[in-house]
T-cell receptor, first 111, second 115 residues
Framework: DAKTTQPPSMDCAEGRAANLPCNHS???????VYWYRQIHSQGPQYIIH?????ETNEMASLIITEDRKSSTLILPHATLRDTAVYYC????????????WGAGTKLIIKP | SAVISQKPSRDICQRGTSLTIQCQVD?????MFWYRQQPGQSLTLIAT?????????ESGFVIDKFPISRPNLTFSTLTVSNMSPEDSSIYLC????????????FGSGTRLTVV
């Protein structure tokens, strides 16, 4: 079973910030939180990852709560091309670094 | 990060036949991963392929059905054998992005339809 829970779908207006939540209440101290997205008919694309500090890159920001039981992916200025399924994943340390994929959040950016 | 070329990108196959999917990476990688994504579903790991050793299969997947080759550090194949319509899925290969803590890169996938 996936170790994360996400809302099944979200809408966001183009140009606004998209905030995607993820709960991972059973996360272990040495497990990282990864975010990927999958645009229709393409392979998943890495977005960002973090352990306990907030992270930012050219694509997004990742905010992890102090207790590490939840996180939020922020797309600061969403465009129509950001419409995709977004997956929040906790990396399993002891299984060849296997990723356990949940159902993800279908993010729809509306003009 | 690594760039993956996966082919074919799609195929329509008759039941009972087999299809071999190829995954070529532009750099040497230790582990390669094969996933299945059934229609409307999330990704499920089929197996992990290390060069020079037998692939490690996840629960529910067996070597006779999904034989994997890993002849060198840049190439792997996954065969879907004796196909049935239930095998209709997207099959994806994946490699580490550079270091194990930096996530994974995925190929564009092979969309398989079995009729």
């Amino acid at each position: 079973d996936a170790k994360t829970t996400q809302p099944p779908s979200m809408d966001c207006a183009e140009g606004r910030a998209a905030n995607l939540p993820c709960n991972h209440s059973t996360i272990s101290g040495n497990e990282y939180v990864y975010w990927y997205r999958q645009i229709h008919s393409q392979g998943p694309q890495y977005i960002i990852h973090g352990l306990k500090n907030n992270e930012t890159n050219e694509m997004a920001s990742l905010i992890i709560t102090e207790d590490r039981k939840s996180s939020t992916l922020i797309l600061p200025h969403a465009t129509l091309r950001d419409t995709a399924v977004y997956y929040c994943i906790v990396r399993v340390e002891d299984s060849n670094y296997q990723l356990i994929w949940g159902a993800g959040t279908k993010l729809i950016i509306k003009p | 990060s690594a760039v993956i070329s996966q082919k074919p990108s799609r195929d329509i196959c008759q039941r009972g036949t087999s299809l071999t999917i190829q995954c070529q990476v532009d750099s040497q990688v230790t582990m390669m991963f094969w996933y299945r994504q059934q229609p409307g579903q999330s990704l499920t790991l089929i197996a992990t392929a290390n060069q020079g050793s037998e692939a490690t299969y996840e629960s529910g997947f067996v070597i006779d059905k999904f034989p994997i080759s890993r002849p060198n550090l840049t190439f792997s194949t996954l065969t879907v054998s004796n196909m049935s319509p239930e095998d209709s899925s997207i099959y994806l290969c994946s490699v580490e992005r550079g270091q194990a803590f930096y996530g994974y890169t995925f190929g564009s996938g092979t969309r398989l339809t079995v009729v």
